[in-house]
């Protein structure tokens, strides 16, 4: 048995990563988000490798507190890239993502706490190569974001 799978490791071909449409928001990004005039809200990204590559996990941040923590992962059955997280109001989200073109599109579900759902979609365009991205939220069919904003590397 160990010498099958022995085998069938180096007969293998490496195959192309299936999380290579997420793979580049790896890193710490920030943004700061709040209406004018009032106290921004400082937001920090945490995205990063599972030890095994398998997974991208991430934590996100407001003024240093975490809120959102999730991951994303490839679905073989499915043939997709999935992802699920939760935040600190006790709301479950799960959703899909994929490329269209260079755009990253996340279609997703959130689930409230009094059982009730909402189904959003999010586009990530990079706007400045792979250091900066414009992440807007909005609902299905609409045009006008409910949210948007700028995100920057750190270095």
Same mark, same amino acid.
């Given at each position: ?5 022995? %085998? ?22 920030? %943004?700061?988000?709040?209406? +004018?005039?009032?106290? +921004?809200?400082?937001?920090? /990204? ?7 590559? %398998?997974?991208?996990?991430?934590? *996100?941040?407001?003024?240093?507190? +975490? ?20 935040? %600190?109001?006790? /709301? ?23 059982? /009730? ?34 995100? *920057?590397?750190?270095?």
């Amino acid at each position: 048995m160990l010498f099958s799978i022995a %085998t069938f490791a180096q007969d293998a071909k490496p195959a192309e990563n299936p999380l290579a449409p997420v793979a580049w928001l790896v890193g710490d990004w920030h %943004t700061t988000a709040g209406p +004018p005039g009032e106290k +921004p809200t400082e937001i920090d /990204n945490h995205i990063y490798w599972s030890e095994t590559k %398998t997974a991208i996990f991430f934590v *996100t941040r407001f003024n240093g507190v +975490p809120h959102y923590s999730g991951m994303y992962a490839y679905d073989p059955e499915a043939k997709h890239v999935s992802f699920w997280y939760v935040d %600190t109001d006790g /709301n479950f989200s799960k959703g899909t993502a994929r490329l269209d073109g260079q755009r990253l599109v996340q279609e997703l579900t959130i689930a409230h706490p009094n059982g /009730n759902a909402d189904p959003l979609v999010s586009y990530i365009d990079r706007t400045g190569g792979d250091d900066k991205y414009h992440w807007q939220v909005l609902r299905p069919g609409e045009t006008k974001p409910m949210l948007e904003l700028d995100y *920057t590397r750190k270095k």
